[in-house]
């Protein structure tokens, strides 16, 4: 059969599952537009900037567990998205993005909107096509989903010259794919997994700590088990929230620069530490030669560049955290119906007794104020109206940090947030994808005054696509986390870091069609999360806080997870949570 290389594209994405697609058209795309406009079966959702239509494919795709679909044009929609890519490529997002290119002839030539985008996007894709000759269209596109879903998943980029999208070639997609030089690991080495099992079930001070490839395998329920039958506590990453349910008294909540203490000290004082689906970046280790010193190592992941990139570890095992999970509970019921754990038994009960002592002498704190709110206050009230069954995006500064710390994730694939890249402006465009993927449920975007408007012109889209997105701008009139910086470190030397009071963005989300509210004082917080969660449509609600308050726990740059700055503590968040519900 001969279609047209733009038919053959959507036929493609068609035989591939994909129902939604974001992007922004242009001449060298143009073709595809042309056949997408009575084309059945798959949804396109129209960004205001490329770069968003990268973010939403990623949380569409952290979300739902399918790969995410974006398509822009050539030359500076190309460059837009690269953003986007080294986002999904640091936190293993899963995505095919197709640009256009020039002419075939004219490659290389300065063309009209001409880039190199191939060359442009090697370092932030896992891998990418310059697609030539048509007769290789459907078997690169096959190749890009199966790239991208596979091994440690990331971003797979298709440049489509617009003469090949033009012409006819023959169709036919491949059921299979075969690329001799990409076989990755899926399967556990069994004596590595019994070195493990061994290893924890001898441990008397053991700690879990699982990121992102937990949940990109969909291990949480083999992770689950795991803890089930050892009773080990559990530290997550950013990047892994979710992956165990926070509300869990074994859970130890976020470990590194802005975790909990108690995440830190046992991270610290561990004898066996089973890092799984992580990858020890600088943020959760601090000061390398200082990261759980006196543990055992046991390292699984599917990407065996991850293993002693950053951290020497005593037992790797690459593959699939599913897998090895499920392998490793087998070996873990053996081991211990062989090995008399006596001793074991009572050093793990002081552990978790010194683990119980951290938890109450140094929870999350914050002051509380009659007079200004507090984000943290604004973070916790979100997580009580939902029940933590909200789907969280956030963008990037210090209202990440007091979301990952304050709201109680109960699920997997229910927080997105930009972990490696740190990317401001991605809460919103996020958000879109997450509630494309989502409909019906409840998708709230907590975000900054100053990252929300690198791409509130997303609101536009939210609007005309209908997309209710629910924004919480936690509004401290500047660049905060840069500000807390210059107040610790650099001596309160404050220089760029004040955005003031502009925009007004209640007058901002109604002049895109969207409900804007606003929230100045502490006794407004509750009433106004209720309606912006009652209220149909996208909403954007300001919350103005105190700006002088800071993220803490905070680790130094350089410095050592235990040489943590806290807060001064006045507020248990713990007892605060139930208070708030009366109106103190």
């Known amino acids: 059969m001969k279609l047209s290389g733009a038919r053959i594209v959507l036929e493609c994405l068609k035989r591939e599952g994909v129902d939604v697609v974001f992007g922004l058209p242009g001449g060298a795309v143009l073709p595809i537009y042309d056949v997408l406009h009575d084309f059945k079966g798959l949804r396109h959702i129209l960004v205001r900037q490329e770069a968003a239509a990268g973010h939403a494919a990623e949380g569409y795709?952290?979300?739902?567990?399918?790969?995410?679909?974006?398509l822009v044009t050539s030359g500076p929609a190309a460059t837009n998205l690269v953003?986007?890519?080294?986002?999904?490529?640091?936190?293993?997002?899963?995505?095919?993005?197709?640009?256009?290119?020039?002419?075939?002839?004219?490659?290389?030539?300065?063309?009209?909107?001409?880039?190199?985008?191939?060359?442009?996007?090697?370092?932030?894709?896992?891998?990418n096509f310059l697609v030539k000759d048509g007769n290789d269209l459907a078997a690169n596109i096959k190749e890009a989903f199966h790239i991208a879903g596979t091994g440690r998943p990331g971003p797979v980029h298709v440049d489509l010259p617009k003469d090949v999208l033009v012409k006819e070639w023959t169709y036919e997609y491949p059921e299979t794919v075969h690329l001799r030089s990409y076989n990755p690991t899926y399967e556990g080495h069994p004596g590595q997994i019994k070195k493990a099992a061994r290893a924890i079930v001898r441990a008397k001070r053991p700690v879990l700590y699982v990121?992102?490839?937990?949940?990109?395998?969909?291990?949480?329920?083999?992770?689950?088990?795991?803890?089930?039958?050892?009773?080990?506590?559990?530290?997550?990453?950013?990047?892994?929230?979710?992956?165990?349910?926070?509300?869990?008294?074994?859970?130890?909540?976020?470990?590194?620069?802005?975790?909990?203490?108690?995440?830190?000290?046992?991270?610290?004082?561990?004898?066996?530490?089973?890092?799984?689906?992580?990858?020890?970046?600088?943020?959760?280790?601090?000061?390398?030669?200082?990261?759980?010193?006196?543990?055992?190592?046991?390292?699984?992941?599917?990407?065996?560049?991850?293993?002693?990139?950053?951290?020497?570890?005593?037992?790797?095992?690459?593959?699939?955290?599913?897998?090895?999970?499920?392998?490793?509970?087998?070996?873990?019921?053996?081991?211990?119906?062989?090995?008399?754990?006596?001793?074991?038994?009572?050093?793990?009960?002081?552990?978790?007794?010194?683990?119980?002592?951290?938890?109450?002498?140094?929870?999350?704190?914050?002051?509380?104020?009659?007079?200004?709110?507090?984000?943290?206050?604004?973070?916790?009230?979100?997580?009580?109206?939902?029940?933590?069954?909200?789907?969280?995006?956030?963008?990037?500064?210090?209202?990440?940090?007091?979301?990952?710390?304050?709201?109680?994730?109960?699920?997997?694939?229910?927080?997105?947030?930009?972990g490696g890249l740190g990317t401001m402006g991605y809460g919103l465009p996020t958000a879109m994808g997450v509630q494309a993927g989502n409909p019906g449920k409840v998708v709230i975007n907590i975000d900054g005054d100053g990252s929300f408007q690198m791409n509130s012109q997303e609101l536009a889209t939210c609007f005309e696509e209908k997309l209710p997105v629910k924004s919480v701008i936690i509004n401290n009139g500047g660049h905060g986390m840069v500000r807390q910086w210059q107040r610790i470190i650099y001596k309160e030397r404050y220089c760029a870091s004040d955005l003031g009071g502009s925009p007004d963005f209640v007058r901002l989300a109604e002049a895109y069609g969207c409900t804007g509210i606003r929230v100045t004082r502490p006794s407004e917080v509750v009433p106004a999360l209720e309606k912006m969660i009652a209220t149909p449509g996208p909403v954007v609600l300001d919350v103005w806080v105190d700006k002088h308050e800071c993220v803490f726990p905070m680790v130094p740059a350089g410095g050592a997870n235990i040489d943590m700055i806290l807060a001064p503590p006045s507020v248990d968040v713990r007892d605060k949570a139930a208070r708030s519900q009366t109106g103190f």
């Open 61 to 70: 795709s952290r979300t739902t567990g399918k790969i995410g679909v974006c």
């Open 83 to 127: 953003t986007a890519l080294q986002d999904a490529l640091m936190d293993s997002i899963p995505l095919v993005a197709f640009t256009g290119q020039v002419p075939t002839h004219l490659i290389g030539n300065d063309a009209f909107q001409e880039a190199d985008n191939v060359g442009i996007t090697r370092s932030a894709t896992k891998h």
């Open 211 to 418: 990121g992102g490839g937990i949940i990109s395998s969909n291990a949480s329920p083999e992770l689950g088990a795991l803890v089930a039958l050892t009773q080990i506590p559990v530290t997550q990453t950013l990047m892994g929230l979710g992956a165990f349910p926070m509300a869990d008294p074994l859970s130890l909540d976020m470990l590194g620069m802005h975790g909990t203490y108690y995440a830190n000290m046992a991270v610290h004082h561990s004898d066996v530490l089973v890092a799984i689906g992580a990858r020890f970046d600088d943020r959760v280790t601090g000061r390398v030669d200082a990261f759980a010193p006196h543990a055992e190592i046991i390292h699984i992941d599917i990407d065996p560049s991850s293993i002693s990139k950053n951290i020497k570890v005593d037992i790797p095992i690459v593959g699939d955290c599913k897998r090895v999970l499920a392998k490793l509970v087998e070996a873990l019921h053996e081991e211990l119906r062989t090995y008399p754990a006596s001793g074991v038994r009572e050093a793990r009960k002081q552990w978790m007794g010194q683990i119980a002592e951290w938890k109450r002498d140094f929870p999350l704190r914050y002051e509380w104020s009659d007079e200004v709110v507090k984000p943290q206050h604004v973070v916790q009230e979100i997580s009580n109206l939902t029940n933590g069954e909200a789907l969280i995006v956030t963008g990037v500064g210090q209202h990440q940090m007091w979301a990952a710390q304050y709201y109680r994730v109960k699920h997997p694939r229910a927080w997105c947030t930009s």
